[in-house]
C-alpha cells in the first residue's frame, strides 16, 4: 500500500469542501483507499492543540474517516519512531495528559525513605548543584552590541547577567519559549538578525541542487550545512545524534539561517516547529501532500539533501495523479503473474552473486510493478537447477517498520486475485492475527498452485513482509 502523509491544512480544505477540486480529491480519497494507507502523526496533534476551540474535536473526527489509526510517533525515551494502533481523537488525549507545566521548584522533592545513604547525599549534592551553584554562562561577555542586534538578543538572552544558577537558567529558557511563541516579533526579530550576520542571502535552496550544504564554509560559519548541524547536537563527539533530532534541527536552521525562510508576515516559531515535525513524520510515507510553498520547498530540499526518496508533492499535483497511483494495482491473478513474467524477462537487473558454499545464484531485479501495492523488489534465487522468486518491499526513506494495516490490505488483496488459501484461510482476521504477529506465530497465507506454492509470511530471518514463489514439489 501506498502511504500517503497529507499536512494539517490539506485536512481542512478537504473537510470544508468549499472548491469542487477538494470535494473530488476526497471522494478520490475514499474510492481508493484500498490502494493508500493515510497517515497522521503527532505534529498533527500539535497544531490541533493550538486551536482553544471545541472545533478541532470535528477536526478529529473528520481526520479518522481517512487516517484511521495509522498513527506515527516519537518516542522521547526510546529514541525512535514508530506506528501506533491510535485513533486522532486517543492521540490527542494522549498530549494533552501530557501537557503538564514543568515546574523546577520541586525537581528533587523525592520520597527518599527507600534510599540508601549513598543515594541520599548524591541527590543532595545534585540538588545544591542545581539550585544553588553559580556557573558563568558567558553572557556579561556580550557588551556594546549595536542595537539591531542587542535588541532582539535581550528579548532571548540574559545580556549582562555574571553568573546564574542552574535552576534560574532553565527557568529563563522556559519562559524564553513561551515569549517567542507568544510574540511572534521576537522570533522574526531574531532571524533576521541571524540571516544578516551569517547568510545576508548568499545561500538559498534551490530544488535542483543542494549546493548550500557546502557553500556555508564560505559564511563566517566556516562549516558545512551538515557540519553546522551536527556541531550543535553534539559538540563534545560522544552523544548519538538521531535522525528525529538532526532532522528537525535542519529543518529549523534553514528557516534560522534564512537559507529557505518563510515570509516574515506569516512566520511563526511554533508553527516553523511544527512543519518541521510534519516534514520528518512525512519521511516515513511514500507521498507527502500540501500546499505550504516553504514547507514543500524545505521538505524536498531537505529530502535529497539526505537521500530519503519521499515524493513531496503540491495538492494539485496529488489531485492529478491520484488516479492513477491509486488504480495501478493487479485486478485478477492473471494480470499478476502476466507482469510478473514481464518483469523478470525485462526488469533492470541490479547484480547477481553466486554462493561460495552452496549450488546457489542469487539476483537482484528492480520490477516495474508494485505487486499488491507493496512489494517492489524482486530476488530471483537459482538453486538445484531450480528457481525461487522472493518478492519484498525496499524504501529509501526512513521507514523501517510496517503498519498492521499495511498487512491487513496486503492479505485481504492476495485472497481477492487468489482465493482462499490451501488452510481454508481468507480476509485478514483482525484481532487474532495482530496477536500471532506480537507473538511471532503468524503464518501468513500459502497457496497451492499446478506447478508452484505461493507463500506470504514474514520472513524469520529479515522479519520483512515477504511473498514467495516456489517450485511445487
Not at 159 to 165: F, L, N
Request: proline share 2%; charged share 25%; hydrophobic share 35%.
Amino acid at each position: 500500500m501506498i502511504r500517503v502523509y497529507l499536512d494539517k491544512q490539506i485536512f481542512s480544505y478537504l473537510k470544508k469542501g468549499d472548491e469542487p477540486k477538494y470535494q473530488k480529491l476526497l471522494a478520490d480519497l475514499h474510492q481508493y483507499k484500498s490502494s493508500f494507507l493515510y497517515c497522521y502523526s503527532h505534529a498533527h496533534m500539535l497544531d490541533l492543540k493550538n486551536d482553544a476551540t471545541d472545533l478541532k474535536y470535528d477536526d478529529l473526527a473528520f481526520m479518522e474517516t481517512l487516517v484511521d489509526d495509522n498513527y506515527l510517533s516519537y518516542h522521547a525515551m526510546e529514541k525512535r519512531t514508530s506506528c501506533y494502533l491510535a485513533k486522532p481523537l486517543e492521540a490527542f488525549e494522549g498530549i494533552q495528559k501530557d501537557d503538564t507545566p514543568i515546574s523546577f521548584s520541586n525537581l528533587f522533592d523525592l520520597d527518599l525513605s527507600f534510599a540508601t545513604e549513598e543515594q541520599r547525599k548524591q541527590i543532595t549534592k545534585a540538588k545544591d548543584i542545581f539550585y544553588n551553584q553559580q556557573f558563568d554562562f558567558g553572557f556579561s561577555k556580550i557588551q556594546k552590541l549595536p542595537p539591531e542586534l542587542e535588541k532582539p538578543l535581550s528579548k532571548v538572552l540574559p545580556i549582562g547577567v555574571s553568573k546564574m544558577s542552574l535552576m534560574d537558567w532553565a527557568e529563563h529558557f522556559m519562559t524564553m519559549l513561551k515569549s517567542i511563541e507568544e510574540d511572534k516579533t521576537i522570533y522574526k526579530g531574531l532571524r533576521n538578525v541571524v540571516d544578516k550576520y551569517i547568510n545576508n542571502g548568499k545561500f538559498t535552496v534551490d530544488f535542483n541542487n543542494i549546493d548550500f550544504n557546502d557553500d556555508l564554509k564560505n559564511s563566517v560559519l566556516k562549516k558545512s550545512f551538515i557540519e553546522y548541524i551536527n556541531g550543535n547536537l553534539n559538540p563534545n563527539g560522544n552523544k548519538k545524534v538521531t535522525d528525529y533530532e538532526f532532522f528537525n534541527q535542519a529543518y529549523f536552521t534553514l528557516d534560522l539561517l534564512g537559507i529557505s525562510k518563510e515570509k516574515s508576515k506569516k512566520v511563526k516559531f511554533r508553527n516553523v516547529l511544527n512543519d518541521g515535525f510534519h516534514s520528518y513524520y512525512g519521511a516515513f510515507c511514500d507521498y507527502v501532500v500540501s500546499n505550504d510553498e516553504g514547507f514543500l520547498k524545505k521538505s524536498k530540499a531537505l529530502y535529497k539533501l539526505l537521500n530519503i526518496q519521499t515524493q513531496v508533492l503540491h495538492i494539485d499535483e496529488f489531485a492529478q495523479s491520484i488516479n492513477l497511483l491509486g488504480s495501478n494495482d493487479q485486478h485478477d491473478s492473471q494480470t499478476f503473474f502476466r507482469l510478473l513474467t514481464n518483469d523478470l524477462s525485462s526488469g533492470l537487473v541490479l547484480g547477481s552473486k553466486p554462493s561460495l558454499s552452496s549450488d546457489r545464484v542469487t539476483t537482484k531485479i528492480k520490477p516495474y510493478h508494485n505487486y499488491l501495492g507493496y512489494f517492489n523488489k524482486l530476488v530471483v534465487i537459482k538453486e538445484n537447477n531450480q528457481d525461487y522468486l522472493l518478492l519484498s518491499r525496499q524504501t529509501q526513506n526512513y521507514s523501517y517498520f510496517y503498519f498492521y494495516r499495511e498487512i491487513e490490505g496486503i492479505v485481504n488483496k492476495a485472497v481477492k486475485l487468489f482465493g482462499a488459501d490451501f488452510n481454508f484461510k481468507e480476509n485478514y482476521n483482525w484481532t487474532v492475527e495482530n496477536n500471532e504477529i506480537n507473538e511471532d506465530e503468524w503464518t501468513g497465507r500459502y497457496w497451492k498452485f499446478g506447478t508452484f506454492d505461493l507463500v506470504l509470511e514474514i520472513n524469520k530471518g529479515t522479519h520483512d513482509l515477504t511473498l514467495m514463489i516456489t517450485p511445487n514439489k
